[in-house]
């Protein structure tokens, strides 16, 4: 029996992580590559493949990246062969590419309703549906979503989102439901609220020097009273796309300082003074929530 650590490894594993030039895709990207895998990526547009490929030479990363719409068949399957003939089949995919529009549901039009379902649900069963036939034919492979807390949790202004995370947590257990028989796994990752220079704003103080109210909150709703770091995330992604995990599937772990299973205190009863000298310095990360 080799050393348990072994069990983490992603050594000559090729790892296709969606929307990852920056973001968290781009923090899961270092963190494979950090365990040994072969880091792929796209992105819609050339400028951000090519932001991509500035950040990962920054980390000393080599990667293929491409542009591919992952609402697009067509592409992505091209995109897959590519990267199959190039760099050699997925072993591990990551439906990390979405977005969210914040319009209140009766202004929504049903485009705009389309849009973020397309991207953040029907994308994930095109890439999915596209790396699945060699993962059958290896009998292994790892698919690894982004839910959300919006999976569980509904919220002012996000019903497209809130439905399409929703949707993708079920996505995750059928896929296991349907291939678990080809020792595939498909698990979810749904972050909490995470510190970063785009949720600033969030968490900056007062003028007269009190905590932001969603600030106040955000901690009184988690049991942590904190934010979530990049950091944290970075673990369980791993873990799931390693053989550590090859007997957990279709599950969704929700990394959120235990929020959704705390109904909360009151913000008023909040202690100021215990986060008085916090300093939260992040990666420019996207975050969907």
Same mark, same amino acid.
């Given at each position: 029996?080799?050393?348990?650590l #072994?069990?983490f490894?992603?050594?000559g594993?090729?790892?296709w992580?969606?929307?990852?030039?920056?973001?968290?895709g781009?923090a899961?990207?270092k963190?494979?590559?950090?365990?040994?895998?072969?880091?792929?990526?796209? #992105?819609i547009?050339?400028?951000?493949v090519?932001?991509g490929?500035e950040?990962?030479?920054?980390?000393?990363? #080599?990667v293929?990246?491409a542009?591919c719409?992952?609402?697009n068949e067509?592409q992505v399957q091209?995109f897959v062969?590519?990267?199959?003939?190039?760099?050699g089949t997925?072993?591990?995919?990551?439906?990390?590419?979405?977005?969210i529009?914040?319009?209140?549901m009766?202004?929504?039009s049903?485009?705009?309703?389309?849009?973020?379902?397309?991207?953040d649900?029907t994308?994930?069963?095109?890439?999915?549906k596209?790396v699945l036939?060699d993962m059958?034919?290896?009998?292994?492979?790892k698919?690894?979503?982004a839910?959300?807390?919006?999976?569980?949790?509904?919220r002012e202004?996000?019903s497209a989102?809130?439905?399409a995370k929703?949707?993708?947590k079920m996505?995750?257990?059928?896929?296991?439901?349907e291939y678990?028989?080809?020792?595939?796994?498909?698990?979810a990752?749904?972050?909490?609220y995470?510190?970063?220079?785009?949720?600033?704003p969030l968490?900056e103080k007062?003028?007269?020097g009190?905590?932001a109210?969603f600030?106040?909150?955000?901690?009184?709703k988690t049991?942590?009273?904190?934010?979530?770091h990049t950091e #944290?995330?970075?673990g369980l992604?791993?873990?799931l796309?390693?053989p550590?995990?090859d007997?957990i599937?279709g599950?969704?772990v929700?990394?959120d300082g235990?929020?959704?299973?705390?109904?909360?205190?009151?913000?008023?009863?909040l202690?100021?003074?215990?986060f008085a000298?916090?300093?939260?310095e992040?990666p420019?990360v996207?975050?969907n929530d």
């Amino acid at each position: 029996m080799g050393n348990i650590l #072994d069990k983490f490894s992603l050594k000559g594993k090729v790892a296709w992580i969606t929307g990852a030039s920056y973001g968290l895709g781009l923090a899961y990207a270092k963190a494979y590559a950090e365990a040994g895998a072969k880091i792929v990526f796209n #992105d819609i547009k050339q400028e951000l493949v090519d932001r991509g490929y500035e950040e990962y030479k920054k980390l000393g990363i #080599d990667v293929y990246g491409a542009v591919c719409d992952v609402t697009n068949e067509e592409q992505v399957q091209k995109f897959v062969a590519d990267v199959k003939e190039k760099i050699g089949t997925i072993d591990i995919l990551v439906n990390n590419a979405g977005i969210i529009k914040r319009i209140p549901m009766h202004e929504m039009s049903v485009g705009e309703w389309n849009a973020v379902i397309n991207v953040d649900l029907t994308g994930p069963f095109i890439c999915s549906k596209a790396v699945l036939p060699d993962m059958i034919e290896k009998k292994s492979g790892k698919i690894i979503n982004a839910c959300s807390m919006m999976s569980e949790f509904g919220r002012e202004t996000v019903s497209a989102y809130a439905a399409a995370k929703g949707g993708l947590k079920m996505l995750t257990r059928n896929i296991c439901s349907e291939y678990g028989q080809y020792n595939i796994q498909c698990n979810a990752i749904g972050p909490g609220y995470i510190a970063t220079p785009q949720t600033a704003p969030l968490r900056e103080k007062q003028p007269d020097g009190s905590m932001a109210p969603f600030d106040r909150f955000i901690r009184s709703k988690t049991p942590a009273q904190r934010w979530g770091h990049t950091e #944290d995330l970075m673990g369980l992604a791993v873990f799931l796309a390693s053989p550590a995990s090859d007997f957990i599937n279709g599950q969704v772990v929700y990394i959120d300082g235990g929020i959704s299973a705390y109904i909360g205190q009151d913000p008023a009863n909040l202690d100021e003074s215990k986060f008085a000298d916090e300093i939260e310095e992040q990666p420019d990360v996207k975050v969907n929530d």
